[in-house]
């Protein structure tokens, strides 16, 4: 079940694609199937352990396109191991509302994503969060649980102040949010109340079953309680200095001068990838730093 849309970040075969907090790795898993370098970051060394099986798994299962590989990295989103403008892609999900210093995170997002590049942040969109929380303190008052709820302004205003260019955004995964209204009503760890399992057989069956109905169903209210909000940015290619021919209104950077995105239409943008270096040059294991758990799953 993925959260981003991969049609919207355009992973290409050899891209460097970095997953931020990547957790159980679905985001990382399908930028290896699309034939990037993928580099999948967590705190937790223990998601990191079975993240790395399964780059494993699909490389022995034949899904991994040639030239295309993968590893963990265990490190702080707050002080990558990584250069600058390592990654042409970075995938943010369901991972800042986790870090009390988020406007760090995303500076450093920024600072490792390459110019022209583009990153996908997502969150949960600020109804659906607040009404678990209104419910629950169990729902976020746990150790690595959510410290805030974003709204999108407020996302979109720190992914700014990062220098990066923010552009279109989407809500998803609507049918998820009334079943976890329902898990914090009657218990967040009550994963045996019969109304929790009723409803989570039904997501269970919608995931992997795609019935249109529950497509459609999902479609139609993901403005109104979608889980989650996905923003997507780019980071400025080139920055010019303003002239006089500039339009009323256009666009400044830092010292009041213009800065040219990475495309006209930013979560669709037309990029070409950077490729000063190999993917190993650039992006390998640091030297210093977070501990790197190599997990190679080239064929």
Excluded at 266 to 289: D, F
Aim: aromatic fraction near 6%; hydrophobic fraction near 45%.
């Amino acid at each position: 079940m993925l959260t981003v849309d991969f049609t919207r970040i355009r992973v290409s075969p050899g891209d460097r694609v970095l997953d931020l907090g990547c957790g159980a790795g679905r985001h990382a898993f399908e930028a290896l199937r699309r034939g990037a370098h993928v580099v999948a970051l967590d705190a937790d060394k223990g998601e990191l352990h079975q993240v790395a099986s399964m780059f494993a798994a699909m490389s022995e299962a034949g899904e991994v396109p040639a030239g295309a590989s993968a590893r963990t990295a265990a490190g702080d989103a707050t002080a990558m191991p990584f250069p600058d403008g390592c990654f042409d892609r970075v995938i943010a999900a369901e991972v800042l509302e986790h870090i009390p210093a988020d406007q760090a995170a995303m500076n450093e997002l920024a600072r490792v994503l390459r110019p022209g590049g583009v990153a996908a942040v997502t969150v949960p969109a600020w109804l659906p969060e607040r009404i678990c929380w209104r419910l629950s303190d169990a729902y976020h008052s746990v150790p690595g649980g959510h410290v805030r709820i974003f709204t999108r302004g407020e996302l979109e205003a720190k992914l700014a102040r990062a220098g990066l260019t923010v552009g279109g955004h989407h809500h998803a995964h609507a049918l998820h949010s009334p079943y976890w209204w329902l898990k914090c009503a009657v218990g967040v760890h009550d994963d045996d109340h019969p109304l929790a399992r009723a409803y989570h057989r039904l997501l269970v069956w919608e995931i992997t079953k795609k019935p249109a109905v529950m497509r459609l169903a999902d479609r139609a209210l993901n403005p109104l309680i979608g889980k989650s909000v996905v923003v997507y940015a780019a980071k400025p290619t080139a920055v010019a200095p303003a002239t006089d021919a500039d339009p009323p209104g256009a666009p400044s950077g830092p010292l009041g001068r213009r800065e040219w995105p990475a495309g006209r239409v930013i979560g669709r943008p037309a990029v070409r990838s950077w490729r000063q270096g190999t993917h190993s040059e650039r992006c390998g294991p640091p030297t210093a730093g977070p501990q790197l758990e190599e997990a190679h799953a080239a064929p």
